[in-house]
């Protein structure tokens, strides 16, 4: 392979893994809870996924019709942000109070055309119980997802980076076979 071919690959590797859009799906509480989110979240940028994103960290005013004051501001944008991003990663956890990420793993898993993965849930394992497993999620199915597990930040952090990576190379090859 020539050096120059070579360096074009690289190019536009380096560019889609800094612009593979990755949106973080997860309960803020407890407050531990969100920091271990903005951890990934920036284990991932430092992995060179400079687009990974929490929900709240999105600008607003990127988002269409986006009412600020309303009450269903955040789950508005999360769906939204499911739609536009090139895959989801929703982090299921024990100690995750609410529901948001319930109800954004719903919107991925009805709104995801089949056959294509674009979710990928991180499932916390604690004495070999499932996070999900704890959750009732009703009459949804989990057909369109894939499934990451781990019991700590390491774990987390280095699943997350195993992930992105398959998108990325999932969106290089669709790249090549449009060209």
């Known amino acids: 392979m020539s050096t120059s071919i070579r360096n074009t690959i690289e190019t536009q590797y380096n560019v889609c893994k800094q612009n593979l859009m ?49 009450p269903e501001r955040i789950y508005v944008k999360s769906m939204h942000l499911c739609q536009i991003s090139h895959c989801n990663f929703v982090v299921a956890t024990h100690d995750g109070a609410g529901i948001g990420w319930v109800n954004e793993l719903t919107y991925c898993c009805r709104n995801c055309p089949n056959g294509v993965v674009k979710t990928t849930v991180f499932d916390e394992q604690r004495d070999s119980q499932s996070a999900l497993g704890i959750v009732n999620l009703g009459m949804v199915s989990l057909h369109n997802m894939a499934y990451e597990h781990f019991s700590n930040i390491d774990e987390l952090k280095s699943a997350g980076e195993r992930t992105a990576f398959r998108y990325l190379i999932r969106l290089l090859d669709k790249l090549v076979q449009s060209q």
Do not use: H
């Open 22 to 70: 990755i949106v973080i799906l997860g309960s803020y509480e407890p407050p531990e809870n969100k920091q271990r989110l903005i951890e990934f979240k920036n284990s991932l940028i430092a992995a060179g996924y400079a687009k990974a994103t929490l929900v709240e960290d999105y600008p607003d005013d990127l988002i269409p019709g986006l009412l600020t004051s309303t």
